[in-house]
């Protein structure tokens, strides 16, 4: 499954910067757990659903509560660094994604690309 392409590239603090711009923008505080969510999905070459990071969050020594990891991904697509796309079974997937200018991710406008 394809997720829009239009990805901040490069090393992952390249993306854990843009991170932390748009949240700072946003009013919101860059928390280690949203940081560490979006660095996940950063590395990933695939869209993850909430059961595989939740694996890889638990293998990086840095396990989430069910909740907070619901939570923190639904921030992070409100805000644009992560997309959503739902598979063909109806398991939604996420993957690290920051938006070009004028584009819209789940209703509202992206951040712009830097």
């Given at each position: ?6 990805a ?29 969510i ?8 695939d ?16 396990p ?43 209703g509202s ?5 830097p």
């Amino acid at each position: 499954m394809e997720l829009p392409v239009c990805a901040v590239s490069g090393p992952s603090w390249h993306v854990l910067d843009r991170g932390r711009q748009v949240l700072n923008e946003r009013g919101l505080r860059p928390t280690a757990q949203r940081l560490t969510i979006l660095s996940l999905l950063a590395a990933s070459d695939d869209a993850l659903t909430i059961a595989e990071l939740s694996a890889l969050g638990r293998r990086a020594k840095d396990p989430f509560s069910a909740a907070t990891l619901y939570r923190t991904v639904a921030l992070l697509v409100k805000v644009g660094l992560v997309s959503r796309a739902t598979t063909e079974d109806g398991v939604p997937r996420y993957g690290q994604y920051v938006g070009c200018a004028g584009e819209t991710g789940s209703g509202s406008a992206s951040p712009p690309h830097p």
